[in-house]
């Protein structure tokens, strides 16, 4: 035991651990999901049943999940194993890395598109064109198939090239510096958006909520996003848990992620839905509503062109930093449990996640015929991780806090063994034990059953 955790890497500042772990959640799941699942779900109704998710669902699950990484400084599978021998706990273990493995497959095409998008504001594309042109550069990109592949082909590279390098060295220094430049870059998009003409219409979808509009697939699609969005459910902040010190303190990381994260996702709404209404593009759009009305903003703005390269490298690197973590739950999983070399485990994840991840790309072109289900690869994918598996895994994680490892444990980690505080640990453990399991059991059950 002292021998293995000699040689697991640790996150080496307290500012590495959080600046980590929000670039874990950061990402396209803010700046990309959520205002899409915002616009398919009736707009303001779902802002607030996630904000509800996030604060009385997401913080605890995430917790939860410091709590075991950190107690086991092990990836998700060991994790179980050490703290449940001889149950069957370590299946969520399994779970979480499987989902890993599907989120990093189709999230890899998207990240790949801010790769394409980079390059077309690099070669100014954008610039004077109408949002009809813009739409079918868009789904002509699509529909080229091998474009998309390509781009995912280096996405997943970076991605590989960063966890090959291991966490103090990779993850850290990639995570620490360019976060708060792309909230910068969303406070001047924001300002942009609300003061183009008829953007009353898009702040009023996402502020003015018609409490009719929630319905089961509206609260599940919140769960879901709640969960994608901070990286829960799956064992990312299990695996990034363990190798966080014993002397930092859980709960102020779990605060600092939850609250960054979400203004993130609640800035993007501000850039994204004020424009949209204001150059008409639809709030249903799907996968064209961010890609298409970003460069519309900067077209209407000075010195457009430049931050329009600025914005899409930013959100490469929260990509990134996403993707990251994704690989870094699988690899971490093949190296501790199956004993493969580091490097010999991110090159098969790469490898496999690849061969998985050009269906997604290949699927989103017209006449596709990989399609399941009736949806296509890449939506199918993205449900089925989303939707079911995230708030599954959820479900059982605070479930085994909450009843296996119980108050004592739970309290003995998120108090550093009494030496903080921890005030409302007992509310804390009180959701853990009942609401959230209880809530996260109907949720789930309304959304896919009822
Ligand atoms: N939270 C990331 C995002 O919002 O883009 C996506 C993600 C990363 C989901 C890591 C799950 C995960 F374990």
Known sequence: MAEEKKNRDGFGSKIGIIAAAAGSAIGLGNIYRFPCELGNNGGAAFLLVYLAVVLFLGLPVML??????????????????????????????????????????????VAGWTLEYIVKSVGNSFSGKDLSVIEQDFVDFHNTGWRNVMWQVVF????????????????????????????????????????????????????????SKITGKVLISALGQGFFSLSLGMGALITYGSYIKKNDNLTTTALSVTLSDTLIAILAGVVIFPAAFSFGVKPTAGMGLVFNTIPMIFNQMVGGYWFCIIFFVLLAIAALTSTISLLEVVVAYLSEELRLKRQTATV???????LVGCFASLSLKEGTPF??????????MDFVSSNIMLPLGGLLIVIFVGWKLGKSKFFDEISNEGKLKAPVKSLVFFIIRYLAPIAIAIIFYEGLFA
Do not use: H
């Open 156 to 211: 997943i590279f970076l991605t590989g090239f960063v966890v090959f390098k291991g966490v103090q060295n990779g993850i850290e220094r990639y995570s620490k510096i360019l976060m708060p430049l792309l909230l910068v870059i969303l406070v001047i998009l924001g300002i942009r958006s609300v003061t183009l003409p008829g953007a009353k219409e898009g702040v009023a979808f996402l502020f003015r909520p018609d409490f």
């Open 371 to 380: 399609v399941l289900g009736g949806r296509t690869v890449f939506d199918a």
């Open 348 to 354: 098969l994840a790469c490898l496999l996640a690849l």
């Open 64 to 109: 939860s999940e410091l709590v075991i990484g950190r107690r086991t400084q092990s990836n998700p599978v060991g994790a179980f194993k050490k703290l449940a021998p001889k149950s069957a706990w370590p299946v969520v273990g399994y779970l979480g890395v499987l989902c890993g493995f599907i989120i990093l497959a189709f999230y890899s095409t």
